[in-house]
């Protein structure tokens, strides 16, 4: 795919950008650029373009509005010690988007093709990402644009992606987070979008979002929707127990879990690790009991966003639950390893790093 390129005419002044870079905090400011393409039934994939960025014109009709075609994906570029702009793993983001693409009917866009898209963004806007622990933080998306009013797939779409540099995702930093059980509300069923990445996810979340920060806490835990029993995931996060013995359990991929790829290179960079880890389900009354015996020492969950979170509390209508005694060290230097593949400083055993 050819996307032509026209620089914005009046970026950001560099003295500007620069100070921004200092506490860019995370989703409040964004680089200059975008990179957009669309899709007709007629034309298939056309007319990409990498320009300035700037608000979308779509009719008062557009599918997305009424219907919730839409698709996205959470990655990001890093600036090495070296100075290298790199990616981490986004054929893994390319694949995923495809699947998310088929499970909501919409067309899918190939894999080279969503990467060459993000790197051409990276590119152009390489100043935007900052250094030290910053990254720039890439948000490729779809939706269904054709204005018509009715229940069928649509037949026009529109990919683009956009970027914003970022710090730590919680505001408390490396503090353990304090989680709510939700009681009321589920995020997926069988059946359902609960392994796409979709809008309508995150917008069903919210509610026990907001019901958590009326009990202090930071996230939402999510049970599975026949049972009500099943540790399932966060709102955007993957869960990890680490038991006594080092042994580490996660909630397997069954369809109503998003499956992550922090969540797939922690496994990875754990086995390798010599630590034993088992997808096995994990119930809520197993998190309490093993939390009160001692057997489970940590518990923390994972993310693009947030990389690596230890949990220390868990609140319910049940009581509380606490786990350990703070940052972890399993998790602590899962996170560490983690991101020194991301940033150069850990040896890439995996090929997991693409340089832009």
């Not at 506490?23 to 298939?44: A, C, I, N, Q, Y």
């Not at 955007?236 to 359990?249: A, C, E, K, R, T």
Request: include cysteine; charge should be neutral.
């Amino acid at each position: 795919m050819n996307f032509a390129v026209t620089p914005h005419a009046s970026p950001v002044p560099a003295d500007v950008r620069s100070k921004t870079l200092e506490d860019p905090g995370f989703g409040r400011v964004f680089s200059d650029h975008m990179v957009t393409l669309r899709w007709s039934k007629e034309r298939g994939w056309h007319d990409g373009k990498v320009a300035a960025r700037q608000p979308f014109a779509i009719d008062p009709a557009s599918s997305v509005l009424h219907y919730a075609q839409e698709i996205f994906e959470g990655m990001k570029a890093y600036r090495t010690a070296k100075g290298e702009l790199v990616l981490f793993r986004p054929d893994m983001n390319a694949a995923r988007f495809a699947r998310s693409a088929e499970r909501l009917a919409m067309p899918v866009l190939p894999e080279a093709t969503f990467v060459e898209a993000v790197e051409a963004l990276v590119r152009i806007d390489k100043d935007w990402v900052p250094s030290g622990a910053g990254s720039l933080y890439l948000r490729p998306f779809m939706f269904a644009s054709e204005a018509f009013l009715g229940v069928r797939p649509a037949l026009e779409y529109i990919f683009c992606v956009i970027a914003c540099p970022v710090g730590p995702y919680f505001k408390g930093g490396d503090k353990p987070l304090k989680l709510w059980v939700s009681d009321n509300y589920t995020r997926a069923a069988p059946g359902g979008t609960g392994a796409a990445k979709c809008g309508g996810n995150y917008a069903a979340s919210l509610i026990a979002q907001a019901e958590a920060a009326t009990h202090g806490c930071d996230q939402v835990v999510f049970l599975d929707a026949a049972e009500h029993r099943w540790v399932e995931e966060l709102g955007g996060m993957n869960l990890f127990f680490v038991m006594n013995d080092g042994s580490i359990v996660t909630p397997p991929l069954t369809g109503t879990i998003l499956p992550g790829i922090t969540r797939d290179s922690i496994i990875q960079i754990a086995r390798g690790l010599g630590l034993q880890v088992k997808e096995a389900p994990y119930s809520m009354d197993q998190w309490r009991s093993d939390a009160q015996s001692g057997k489970l020492s940590e518990a923390f969950a994972c993310g693009t966003a947030a990389v690596v979170a230890s949990i220390g509390e868990i609140v319910s209508s049940s009581g509380t639950i606490r786990v350990g005694n703070g940052a972890g060290p399993v998790a602590q230097k899962l996170k560490e390893q983690l991101i020194g593949v991301q940033r150069g400083s850990v040896a890439d055993a995996h090929g997991w790093v693409r340089r832009v």
